[in-house]
């Protein structure tokens, strides 16, 4: 990674709808201050013309692995050395099955083996085909071999269908990016967190009832939001794995949205290995239905009964784990706050847990303050009702600081 303030990007492009975004995406990474160097795959050439990328870029676009005007100037092995990053925006199904088992037999593969510089993916594919078993096969191994992956994001496919397989925008990709294709940034790994890692959920999860409903629920993801910004200005190294919120992503290390709250226990469970604090801001639900309708429900009974069952507790199951990370939980009461605070703290074994009021005057669900009671065990801080944002950034101060003790404890 070179030491400028901005940084030089192998943006590789393989042949999916999405390929058009990859258009903004240039533009944005340049408005950042990156030099884009882009590489297309030859499905990728029928979706978005090279010509357009060209201009966006700068740079005479590279397809082929032996193109001898090419190779007189930069060769592949000398562009594999430029690299600071290289992104893959959109990643195919079959592009990500070409990385996973290192095929070489296009320019943008055969840079991918040859370069030292990370490897970031934002897959984008039909739904059926990211859930298949051989995708998820090579995202794992991808994954395993240290190569970032952000998103995809669920929702309406150009297929028409819905789902996990969407392309994350290209502002969320450039959000997720920034810690890294930028390291020179103000305020970026150093603090008292530098050098940590820390997963943390946010937002509501929606849990489908038929293909157009869901049960939901109030959360806005601000505040979480505001943490995952606040613990990432502290050093950390952040993964956000966030619900539907309107919000733009903060800027994180690592951005990834879900939409159930078993997209959201896998996506936590995946990522937790290794981490040092879980922080659980997520409103998740406690009960999805059991069977989502298939086809759309119809307003033919009088009355209908739809049967619930439990969703995982994911903070339970972290704060479970062996050698687990330092964990701290929400909770979100009606009524004798303290005290259902302190017995979520023990029942789920957390070693923290901010609480808050919600459903009664100020502060809580989607509005814009909130006041938080903190305890811990032994301890207890209170904040009174104050911006989410300034409140983030005295509860991050908070978190630093019993986590740092439970460090020397
Ligand atoms: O038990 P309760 O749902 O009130 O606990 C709230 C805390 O647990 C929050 O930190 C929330 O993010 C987390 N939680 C979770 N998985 C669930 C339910 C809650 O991580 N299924």
């Known amino acids: 990674m070179s030491d400028k303030p901005g940084s030089r990007i192998l943006l ?18 340049r408005a950042d201050g990156a030099e884009v160097q882009v590489v297309m795959t030859r499905a990728a050439a029928a979706f978005v013309a090279p010509l357009t990328l060209q201009a966006v870029s700068g740079r005479p676009v590279r397809q082929a692995l032996l193109d001898p005007q090419a190779e007189a100037g930069m060769d592949h092995i000398e562009l594999a050395r430029w690299a600071d990053l290289l992104l893959v925006a959109p990643a195919t199904a079959h592009l990500m099955a070409r990385l996973a088992l290192g095929l070489a037999d296009d320019l943008l593969t055969t840079l991918a083996l040859a370069t030292e510089a990370p490897l970031v993916l934002a897959p984008a594919m039909n739904h059926r085909m990211w859930t298949n078993p051989a995708t998820q096969e090579h995202l794992a191994r991808l994954v395993a071999r240290g190569v970032r992956v952000l998103g995809p994001a669920s929702g309406a496919q150009a297929c028409g269908e819905e789902g996990p397989g969407r392309m994350l925008e290209p ?100 990522r937790v290995a290794g981490c040092d604090l879980f922080v659980a801001t997520a409103a998740v639900a406690d009960y999805r239905p059991a069977a989502p309708a298939a086809g759309k429900i119809k307003k033919a009974a009088a009355a209908l009964t739809i ?41 789920k074994g957390l070693d923290m847990i901010a609480a808050n009021r919600v459903g009664t005057g100020a502060g809580g669900f989607d509005t814009d303050d909130n006041a938080l009671v903190v305890l811990w065990p032994g301890g207890r801080r209170a904040f009174p009702l104050m911006p989410k944002t300034l409140l983030a950034d005295q509860l991050a101060d908070l978190i630093v600081e019993r986590y740092l003790a439970s460090l020397a404890g």
């Open 307 to 347: 049967e619930l069952v439990r969703n995982p507790d994911i903070l339970a199951e972290v704060a479970a784990l062996p050698g687990g990370p330092f964990t701290v939980g929400f909770a979100a009461e009606t009524e004798r706050l303290e005290e259902h605070a302190t017995a979520k703290l023990r029942a």
């Open 12 to 29: 590789g492009i393989s042949g999916g709808i999405a390929a058009y975004k990859a258009v903004e995406l240039v533009r944005r990474l």
């Open 171 to 270: 502002a969320e990709i450039v959000a997720a990016l920034a810690p890294e294709a930028w390291p020179g940034r103000a305020g970026h790994r150093t603090g008292p967190l530098a050098g940590r890692c820390v997963l943390i959920t946010a937002g509501p999860t929606r849990e489908p009832l038929d293909p157009v409903r869901f049960i939901g629920n109030r959360s806005s993801g601000r505040m979480g939001y505001a943490l995952a910004a606040a613990l990432a200005a502290r050093g950390a190294a952040v993964t956000l794995i966030s619900g539907p919120s309107a919000l733009a992503p903060p800027p994180v290390a690592d951005f990834v949205r879900v939409e159930t709250a078993l997209e959201m226990a896998a996506a936590v469970m995946e």
